[in-house]
């Protein structure tokens, strides 16, 4: 049987008023008494409805995640994961919301003002146009971008975003050192309007090259429709070219980890043929042995989700636009020319 608010504020040793903020305006209680109430709440089995939570602080109780990506990718799930950490604990409900083009992009903006069903937005790793985030502020709602290419100009509230400049850098970098000079980049085409923020690796990997004097070869990965890398093609694309690059540089784990075994499926030693780097430092590239750049998306949508609790509650982030640093993490799958 569920038990009273009265139950569980003598449980706890505090007031029913202490009780109630502590589901409605955390903000008012303490960390330590909030914990406390919230496990006496657990155990007695009580829950404060949520509609009248909702009623008395006049906010949704729900955050509206705008993604790209299949949720099954790696980085999606693991953002996903990284919010529910947060805000579940903070009695917020996740709305997950995949765009796949700037019409449905404008649609969501377009439609959340006049439905008023959620207390921010929180954009994936996608661009925003200046005029969909004043569309929010003109109704107090927060939008925070995680890996959000110029957030600050495009009127984000607050962001969190990995140096993707710098991890490209770390990456043509070293392959240069390692001697390579005949190098494939590997990424992908959505064939979406939509602007992400994985373009500003394969820039930045590209400039870095050139001033180098090095020209890499461009390898377009197909996805399908389901979200699925189409690794054969690009497996054929590289022994189609006049002579096959000694290195390969992936835009994600998503497409090195496959080509690594589509590589020495037909022939080809990793790395004494052909070096191979990733970008994410993901599921199975410790097994694999796959060089990479590592990033924490679980982490990023931590801060992310944290900073989306302050701004809904009026307080102002210490940093309201923070750039995380990437790292090399050298494994087997590259060598020396």
């Given amino acids: 049987m569920n038990s ?25 209680v303490s960390a330590k008494t909030r914990e406390r109430v919230l496990r006496f709440a657990d155990e007695l089995n009580f829950s404060l409805s949520r509609s009248a939570a909702a009623l008395k602080s006049g906010r949704s109780l729900r955050i509206a995640v705008l993604m790209s990506g299949h949720i099954r990718m790696w980085f999606t799930a693991s953002v996903i ?19 796949s ?17 959620a207390d921010a ?16 502020t003109s109704i107090d709602v927060p939008i925070i971008g995680i890996n959000s290419a110029d957030s600050e100009q495009h009127g984000f509230a607050a962001s969190v975003t990995i140096d993707d400049a710098q991890g490209a850098t770390l ?6 050192t390692l001697g390579h000079r005949d190098i494939a980049y590997i ?17 930045r990997f590209m400039d870095y090259c050139r001033r180098n004097g090095v020209e890499p070869r461009a390898i377009e990965c197909q996805v399908d429709e389901d979200g699925h890398y189409e690794i054969g093609n690009v497996v054929t694309q ?96 590259t060598g020396r020319r």
């Fill in 4 to 28: 009273s608010i009265q139950d569980v504020a003598k449980a706890a040793g505090v007031s029913i008023s202490t009780v109630s903020r502590s589901f409605t305006r955390p903000d008012l």
């Fill in 81 to 99: 994961e990284g919010l529910n950490d947060v805000l579940h604990a903070e009695g917020y409900d996740i709305s997950i919301f995949q765009i």
């Fill in 101 to 117: 083009s700037i019409e449905e992009r404008r649609e969501f903006f377009e439609m959340l003002p006049v439905r008023r069903n």
């Fill in 121 to 136: 937005v929180i954009v994936v790793s996608f661009d925003i146009d200046a005029t969909e985030t004043a569309q929010l």
């Fill in 171 to 176: 990456a043509a970098r070293h392959l240069l």
């Fill in 187 to 203: 990424t992908t085409n959505r064939d979406v309007s939509l602007s992400f923020s994985v373009r500003g690796r394969f820039d």
């Fill in 238 to 333: 590289l022994m189609s070219l006049p002579t096959m690059p000694t290195a390969i540089a992936c835009q994600e784990d998503g497409i090195a980890l496959p080509l690594i075994f589509q590589l020495e499926r037909n022939g080809f030693a990793v790395p004494g043929d052909v070096s191979v780097i990733g970008y994410d430092d993901s599921f199975y590239a410790d097994d694999i042995g796959l060089t990479t750049i590592r990033q924490d998306p679980v982490e990023t949508a931590h801060i992310a989700a944290r900073m989306a609790l302050d701004l809904i509650h009026d307080r102002t982030p210490n940093d309201r636009f923070r750039t995380l640093s990437a790292q090399l993490v050298v494994r087997s799958s």
